[in-house]
């Protein structure tokens, strides 16, 4: 069976795929993302979309992808990191990131439990709720009247 190069899913397939590191080989197969988190933590040192991309063996495009996306998922819990932008010739600057901790150290793919914000306090936020916030952010007093600000903290729905 011939599978043309060119097709859409022979494509995907390429996209795909990557070199795993000797240094994290040990914990099997995981996403890219994850991957770069756990090398970047084993590094302990801060890296770039040039390390990535060396150490993986995927294009430039690639790993700035693959780190925005470590910098921007929804759900930031599970992987701790700093990021820095560094000048680097004529004033365009890269993005360094450093991985401080992983949150399953175990399990490599291992979800966590959602937890609440502490804003919540286990409360569930009705629209009305939201609309009483809103309105109370948009009352706040203007100059710099102590007393006047000292009260409208004290009206925070939130407080409630």
């Not at 022979?10 to 795909?16: F, I, P, S």
């Not at 009305?128 to 925070?156: F, I, Q, Y």
Request: proline share 4%; aromatic share 8%; hydrophobic share 35%.
């Amino acid at each position: 069976m011939y599978i043309n190069p060119l097709s859409s899913s022979a494509r995907k397939r390429v996209e795909h795929r990557f070199h795993m590191p000797e240094e994290i080989q040990h914990l099997g197969e995981m996403p890219l993302f994850r991957a770069v988190a756990w090398w970047g933590f084993l590094h302990k040192k801060e890296f770039s979309r040039n390390d990535v991309s060396k150490a993986f063996h995927i294009d430039l495009r690639r790993a700035s992808g693959i780190l925005h996306y470590l910098c921007h998922r929804h759900d930031k819990r599970d992987i701790e990191f700093s990021v820095r932008k560094a000048t680097v010739r004529d004033g365009h600057c890269q993005l360094l990131v450093k991985i401080h901790s992983l949150a399953s150290a175990g399990n490599s793919t291992a979800p966590l439990a959602k937890a609440q914000p502490a804003t919540c306090q286990g409360k569930k936020h009705s629209a009305t709720d939201d609309r009483r916030l809103s309105r109370w952010l948009l009352s706040r007093p203007t100059g710099n009247n102590e007393a006047k600000l000292a009260a409208w903290k004290a009206a925070c729905p939130l407080s409630e």
